[in-house]
């Protein structure tokens, strides 16, 4: 995605440490309101270069889509920039809170394994919920009131993310297509009764276009 940035003067690349993971990041879409904001971003991550966590491609995801990677009682956040994070508890934990990880990445974030969901706790003390196979479900702020609402199908897949749910005034949401292959074919976004869609194919949305144009993944090195 570097020379796709370097050809029309959009995104980003960066080398996220400690954990070397080579990022591009591509915004595609951007909304929100006088209480907060949402920004869609195509995200490469060369450490997930040969995995296909949400059928886009691989080695790419949306900035919106995490998800945990539950392994028995092995768990990592798989982020926003698609970086692998571990989620640590202590074995010399009291049985109260045997569940409670903290994240080693140094954000401050905790993560909580209630009896129906896991619980992302950031140290704003807004909230993330995932269900028990790892899909984030859902985001609530500090006081409580539901940010993002995160839909699938019956597949498994993202199927929509709704802003601000409960609230009708401020109604909007991004809704997600797959094909037949059960690959991201098309993004639309929803507000105030209007719905715009762009096909991802190589000849039309940017992803497509992004597809073409990747020559590398990684920094060359200097020698």
Do not use: W
């Not at 904001?37 to 270069?49: C, D, Q, R």
């Amino acid at each position: 995605m570097s020379n796709f940035n370097n050809k029309y003067n959009v995104g980003s690349a960066s080398l996220a440490e400690p954990f070397f993971d080579y990022c591009h990041t591509l915004p595609l879409v951007a909304f929100g309101d006088v209480k907060s904001g949402v920004e869609l971003s195509l995200v490469f991550n060369s450490n997930i270069k040969d995995e296909n966590h949400f059928n886009i491609g691989s080695g790419f995801k949306l900035n919106l889509q995490k998800k945990l990677l539950i392994n028995g009682s092995t768990v990592k956040l798989l982020d926003n920039n698609g970086i692998k994070v571990d989620c640590n508890h202590a074995t010399n934990q009291t049985a109260q809170y045997a569940t409670v990880y903290a994240l080693n990445d140094n954000s401050h974030r905790i993560l909580r394994k209630n009896t129906d969901c896991y619980e992302l706790e950031y140290a704003d003390f807004s909230k993330e919920i995932f269900d028990t196979t790892g899909k984030l479900t859902n985001l609530f702020d500090k006081y409580g009131e539901e940010m993002m609402r995160y839909i699938y199908n019956a597949n498994g897949l993202l199927e929509s993310v709704l802003y601000r749910p409960g609230v009708s005034e401020t109604y909007k949401a991004l809704s997600f297509v797959y094909d037949s292959s059960s690959q991201l074919a098309s993004i639309s976004f929803v507000a105030a009764g209007t719905t715009v869609t762009k096909d991802v194919t190589d000849n039309g949305f940017v992803i497509g276009r992004v597809r073409q144009e990747i020559k590398d993944t990684k920094p060359k090195s200097k020698n």
